[in-house]
């Protein structure tokens, strides 16, 4: 079935970096796009950032452009955040999604999450 592990979260200063990382299995991971969003307390679930099945094109949301990168790496079926120039306001939890073509419908997949804290 299908599996996505997230790992790397954890206390950061201000300013600070953290690369997440989210380990996939039970599906052709080079054929599909992967996204992470987030979710901090008392908010939605947010697009943090995308990539292509073939990482030729990502999409970041605009807060978080400039500053995170999400790269992947299709021969050990994982894709990465890479967060830089922190701010307490990137204080959440993070979660890789996977968007899966089920033979009669697209179905969302997630991990279960990793906590990131910005914080001085």
């Known amino acids: 079935q299908v599996q996505l592990v997230e790992s790397g979260g954890g206390l950061v200063q201000p300013g600070g970096s953290l690369r997440l990382s989210c380990a996939a299995s039970?599906?052709?991971?080079?054929?599909?796009?992967m996204s992470w969003y987030r979710q901090a307390p008392g908010k939605e679930r947010e697009l943090v950032a995308a990539?292509?099945?073939?990482?030729?094109?990502?999409n970041k949301a605009n807060s978080m452009k400039g500053r995170f990168t999400i790269p992947r790496d299709n021969a050990k079926n994982t894709v990465y955040l890479q967060m830089n120039a922190l701010k307490p306001e990137d204080t959440a939890v993070y979660y890789c999604?996977?968007?899966?073509?089920?033979?009669?419908?697209?179905?969302?997949?997630w991990g279960q999450g990793t906590q990131v804290t910005v914080s001085s």
């Open positions: 999604n996977a968007r899966i073509w089920g033979g009669d419908k697209w179905r969302d997949y």
């Open positions: 039970g599906f052709t991971f080079i054929s599909y796009g």
């Open positions: 990539i292509s099945s073939s990482g030729g094109s990502t």
